[in-house]
């Protein structure tokens, strides 16, 4: 006899215990979105200055990969939550520049780690696993609108007493990261990492955390029989099976992921540029970021379990690449207001559509990987994205912009087609059936 985990009303005490288990992270993260959104904002800046951030988060991920089943998740949150405070209090109290570097390195040390766990370590029953898996989004799409907020406030209205940006945010920083070390109590490992390290009371206790039971029922012991034959289906393979299985899988979702990443901060370098000839940027950054931040809720909230996660990607791929391949051509066609003003709206069309399809390259990192490599690759990903982002803020000036808003939109169409013809269909899917559904080649109508 089996469970059905596909009713959602038996998964639901499941589903929130794991939720609420991320929070914490969530909180991090979204100090993240602000940081990111900051540094690439940001006018004349040094190169270091813009890209220190992503480099540290690189370095973050690196450190997260080493850290899993050597210490329980809330202990490396609450390490997260430290150094979120640090940047919060370092940003708040001086505006000089070599503090306020420093400040931004330990922010994305922390966003880094929080990141590669909050990914690799989400653990759902299959009919909300799409919610769970993509909290991260929301957390990033949550600070890049709070930023884009206070941007507004401090250009539009007056103050009287000399409080900068960086410093207000800094403040903010250190009220998320102390929620932040607060909710770090609530965190819950996967069960996963305990099996892997042959720990299965440790994983029996997590199967009983997530689904909030103080007694075990006939539900955790077919939960926990399911994760312990993944795990053990999975130790049969050898290591180069398992990285042979996460090869293409690797390629398809980094792929999809790094144009999503840049489609978040590329709208920055129009509308700096437009901001000597149009005076609404402060405006259009703060709709920008309510819209992105707007798609991802709807997307993490509802259609990821509902709708499922290729037709949200194929949607959200088609659509955002239709949107900058636009951006591109008026920007090409003439140096006037009217024409920067319908690039500006077709930026906000485009982070709507970015936004909805964000997440769901998280749910697949979460669904894709064997569970001994899953954070290898969940790092290899979150390298590539930013060092795509660290290239892409080499450049700067009218041509570059133009050239990468048609390398977004084309990179966008490549990701429409990957998901179309390679990346499978998950909804409700148990984990070891998602894997296997990836190591398929060829996944049209899947």
Same mark, same amino acid.
């Not at 840049?262 to 149009?278: A, G």
């Given at each position: 006899m089996t469970v059905d985990y596909g009713n959602q009303n038996k998964a639901k005490p499941f589903n929130t215990r794991q939720a609420k288990s991320l929070w914490a992270g969530v909180l991090i993260l979204t100090t993240g979105g602000i940081k990111s959104l900051e540094m690439t904002f940001i006018q004349n800046p040094s190169y270091f200055d813009k890209t220190a951030w992503f480099f540290a988060s690189m370095v973050g991920a690196f450190i997260g990969y080493l850290l899993p089943y050597k210490f329980p998740n809330k202990f490396i949150f609450m390490f997260a939550s430290v150094l979120t405070a640090i940047d919060g209090i370092i940003s708040a109290s001086t505006t000089d520049i070599a503090p306020y570097e420093a400040s931004s390195f330990l922010n994305g040390l922390a966003c880094g780690m929080t990141l590669l766990i909050t990914i690799s370590e989400a653990m759902s029953d299959s009919a909300h696993r799409g919610r769970v898996s993509s909290l991260d989004s929301l957390g990033?799409?949550?600070?890049?609108?709070?930023?884009?907020?206070?941007?507004?406030?401090?250009?539009?209205?007056?103050?009287?007493?000399?409080?900068?940006? /960086?410093?207000? &945010?800094?403040? +903010?920083?250190?009220?998320?990261?102390? !929620?932040?070390?607060? =909710?770090?109590?609530? @965190?819950?490992?996967?069960?996963?990492?305990?099996?892997?390290?042959?720990?299965?009371?440790?994983?029996?206790?997590?199967?009983?955390?997530?689904?909030?039971?103080?007694?075990?029922?006939?539900?955790?012991?077919?939960?926990?029989?399911?994760?312990?034959?993944?795990?053990?289906?999975?130790?049969?393979?050898?290591?180069?099976?398992?990285?042979?299985?996460?090869?293409?899988?690797?390629?398809?979702?980094?792929?999809?992921?790094?144009?999503?990443?840049?489609?978040?901060?590329?709208?920055?370098?129009?509308?700096?540029?437009?901001?000597?000839?149009?005076?609404?940027?402060?405006?259009?950054?703060?709709?920008?970021?309510?819209?992105?931040?707007?798609?991802?809720?709807?997307?993490? /909230?509802?259609? &990821?379990?509902? +709708?499922?996660?290729?037709?949200?990607? !194929?949607?959200?791929? =088609?659509?955002?690449? @239709?949107?900058?391949?636009?951006?591109?051509?008026?920007?090409?066609?003439?140096?006037?207001?009217?024409?920067?003003?319908?690039?500006?709206?077709?930026?906000?069309?485009?982070?709507?559509?970015?936004?909805?399809?964000?997440?769901?390259?998280?749910?697949?990192?979460?669904?894709?990987f064997a569970p001994h490599v899953k954070h290898l690759f969940v790092f290899l990903v979150l390298v590539v994205e930013n060092i795509a982002v660290v290239v892409a803020l080499h450049f700067t000036g009218y041509n570059f912009v133009q050239n990468l808003s048609y390398a977004i939109g084309g990179g966008f169409i490549i990701s429409f087609l990957i998901t179309l013809f390679f990346l499978p269909e998950t909804k409700k899917m148990s984990l070891k059936d998602a894997m296997d559904r990836f190591s398929k080649c060829f996944s049209i109508g899947c």
């Amino acid at each position: 006899m089996t469970v059905d985990y596909g009713n959602q009303n038996k998964a639901k005490p499941f589903n929130t215990r794991q939720a609420k288990s991320l929070w914490a992270g969530v909180l991090i993260l979204t100090t993240g979105g602000i940081k990111s959104l900051e540094m690439t904002f940001i006018q004349n800046p040094s190169y270091f200055d813009k890209t220190a951030w992503f480099f540290a988060s690189m370095v973050g991920a690196f450190i997260g990969y080493l850290l899993p089943y050597k210490f329980p998740n809330k202990f490396i949150f609450m390490f997260a939550s430290v150094l979120t405070a640090i940047d919060g209090i370092i940003s708040a109290s001086t505006t000089d520049i070599a503090p306020y570097e420093a400040s931004s390195f330990l922010n994305g040390l922390a966003c880094g780690m929080t990141l590669l766990i909050t990914i690799s370590e989400a653990m759902s029953d299959s009919a909300h696993r799409g919610r769970v898996s993509s909290l991260d989004s929301l957390g990033l799409t949550s600070g890049m609108f709070l930023y884009s907020v206070f941007n507004y406030i401090f250009f539009n209205v007056s103050w009287s007493v000399n409080f900068q940006l /960086s410093q207000q &945010l800094g403040v +903010l920083a250190i009220v998320f990261s102390v !929620l932040a070390f607060i =909710l770090s109590f609530k @965190a819950v490992d996967s069960p996963i990492s305990h099996l892997i390290e042959s720990d299965e009371c440790g994983a029996f206790q997590n199967v009983m955390d997530l689904n909030g039971e103080k007694c075990a029922s006939f539900d955790t012991y077919n939960h926990f029989e399911e994760l312990k034959n993944f795990v053990v289906d999975d130790r049969r393979l050898s290591g180069g099976q398992r990285i042979g299985q996460g090869i293409l899988p690797f390629f398809e979702i980094a792929t999809v992921r790094t144009f999503f990443t840049l489609s978040s901060t590329s709208p920055i370098f129009f509308l700096t540029w437009s901001s000597s000839v149009l005076n609404r940027t402060a405006f259009a950054i703060i709709i920008y970021g309510a819209v992105r931040m707007l798609a991802a809720c709807l997307s993490q /909230s509802i259609l &990821l379990d509902k +709708l499922g996660r290729k037709p949200v990607l !194929l949607l959200s791929t =088609l659509f955002s690449g @239709a949107a900058f391949i636009l951006v591109g051509y008026f920007m090409m066609a003439s140096y006037s207001i009217n024409h920067i003003t319908i690039t500006l709206w077709l930026l906000v069309c485009s982070q709507f559509f970015a936004g909805l399809g964000q997440g769901v390259s998280s749910v697949y990192m979460t669904e894709a990987f064997a569970p001994h490599v899953k954070h290898l690759f969940v790092f290899l990903v979150l390298v590539v994205e930013n060092i795509a982002v660290v290239v892409a803020l080499h450049f700067t000036g009218y041509n570059f912009v133009q050239n990468l808003s048609y390398a977004i939109g084309g990179g966008f169409i490549i990701s429409f087609l990957i998901t179309l013809f390679f990346l499978p269909e998950t909804k409700k899917m148990s984990l070891k059936d998602a894997m296997d559904r990836f190591s398929k080649c060829f996944s049209i109508g899947c």
